[in-house]
């Protein structure tokens, strides 16, 4: 049995690992894009180093779309597998790679201006919408804790890891000449205390153990210092300086769990008489999906939702879908909040919002998540007093601020308290996957601490026989 690290190998996108077992089953742990880079990323999304109609099975750990974003390409490109995942997962999928086939299909008619006017041939989108809503087909569902046979020979468990709704670790028991060997890959690790998702749950011993390590060598500030951390925030920028906090946020996970802190400040009587807009179709979406999983809420929440029925709305929150209703937003001229995706700044409505505000030293820029190294997020992050938008330079001249610790993923020692639930003598293989190499090598000796031994961490195709 071996397995192949083609994607989030010492990188913190595009997660692709392929495990083939002896019986000559091929098993694909995730199917992330890569992003990061724009249009710059298409030829190494669509330069597959495997034979799409010869994988068995997709075993999807989360949905978002450095995880799940290359399944309608793959689709698209001859397979017709299955992807095994959670509930939740299928829900919000069904909604992000249809979300992600428009971008595209958007971004690719927009690249494909600037080609003609040089002179060059068009391009086809990575997938479309029609390709994302056609793959959907190919999903099974499985609850957590559950035994789910493949075959006579393999036998899979999903376990939530609290990083985002149905997001979760999957232990993979194989029959082999030499006896059962088990599999654990965790996907991305959340943290031990969320607002809204139950904590991560142990899973079962492993033999061989496959984990991310995306903050390997940092700590995350408490749940309530990073709350108020953003009620600072939201006094100085819309109170002292009576200007726009823009919060760039994944649609998935980060926005929800920023629209629950401000409610909270709300219901508190903290928060400031200001307007809040969540600028997101996708975000606007996948908060109802939130609102049917309730079985992945944590007891806290649950107990704030007998007396606040709905966590994710009030008086001053207003989600927003049409263009037209985003487009007004610009003009607005008094303190106001706006959420909006994506995340790393690198795509969707975010951007305008944005290239309108960014020049203006009364505005805030906050930051909420990890940011990939080449995106615009990790430049404005880091820094430049300069940056492109939409092909136009501006000067940054608002507030850049950053609250890490609303990320998705646990930090270093978050990380390895989960990993508590493994007695290190008995996993004899680690690899660590989706981070930097850097924070990898950081965390790997954190790891070695901790009693565990034979820790790789491969570098992009690299091949192990487990």
Do not use: W
């Amino acid at each position: 049995m071996k397995i192949t690290f083609y994607g989030a190998a010492r990188e913190v996108t595009g997660s692709k690992h392929l495990i083939e077992t002896d019986n000559g089953k091929k098993l694909l742990l995730d199917c992330g894009q890569f992003q990061g880079k724009g249009l710059e990323t298409q030829e190494q999304n669509k330069t597959l180093p495997f034979d799409p109609s010869s994988i068995d099975h997709i075993i999807l750990t989360h949905a978002h779309i450095d995880h799940s974003g290359l399944i309608p390409y793959i689709y698209k490109s001859g397979f017709r597998g299955s992807v095994i995942c959670t509930s939740a997962t299928r829900d919000l999928c069904s909604i992000m790679l249809a979300d992600s086939g428009k971008i595209q299909e958007h971004d690719t008619l927009t690249f494909n201006k600037k080609r003609a006017k040089k002179g060059l041939p068009p391009v086809e989108p990575l997938y479309t919408q029609a390709d994302a809503v056609a793959c959907m087909e190919l999903f099974i569902t499985v609850g957590y804790d559950r035994k789910f046979y493949i075959d006579d020979t393999i036998t899979l468990k999903f376990t939530n890891t609290g990083h985002m709704l149905g997001s979760s670790v999957v232990t993979i028991d194989v029959k082999t000449a030499e006896g059962k060997k088990t599999i654990a890959y965790t996907g991305d690790i959340g943290r031990p205390e969320n607002r809204i998702l139950k904590s991560p749950a142990p899973f079962p011993q492993a033999d061989i153990l496959i984990t991310e390590s995306t903050y390997g060598d940092r700590l995350h500030s408490t749940m309530g210092e990073s709350d108020e951390e953003l009620f600072n925030v939201v006094q100085d920028t819309c109170v002292r300086k009576k200007g726009k906090l823009i919060i760039p946020a994944f649609s998935v996970g980060r926005t929800q769990e920023i629209v629950y802190a401000l409610n909270n400040l709300y219901n508190a009587g903290r928060l400031p008489k200001v307007d809040i807009y969540v600028d997101s179709p996708l975000s606007v979406n996948a908060t109802n999906i939130f609102r049917l999983h309730t079985e992945c809420f944590n007891d806290k929440l649950r107990e704030v939702m007998l007396t606040d029925p709905d966590p994710f709305g009030f008086n001053s929150l207003f989600f927003i879908t049409a263009k037209e209703d985003s487009i007004r937003l610009n003009d607005i001229r008094q303190p106001v909040i706006i959420i909006s995706s994506s995340g790393m700044m690198e795509a969707g409505r975010v951007k305008h919002h944005l290239a309108n505000s960014i020049s203006n030293p009364n505005n805030t820029i906050l930051v909420v998540g990890y940011c990939a190294p080449s995106t615009l997020g990790a430049r404005i992050a880091r820094g430049e007093k300069r940056v492109s938008i939409h092909g136009v330079e501006y000067q940054v001249n608002a507030d850049i601020k950053k609250i890490e610790s609303y990320s998705g993923h646990g930090d270093y020692k978050e990380m390895g308290q989960y990993l508590k639930c493994q007695d290190p003598k008995k996993v004899k293989r680690v690899f660590l996957v989706h981070g930097e190499y850097e924070t990898q090598l950081a965390y790997r000796k954190y790891l070695e601490a901790e009693g565990y031994k034979n820790i790789d961490i491969p570098a992009p195709g690299e091949e192990h026989v487990i």
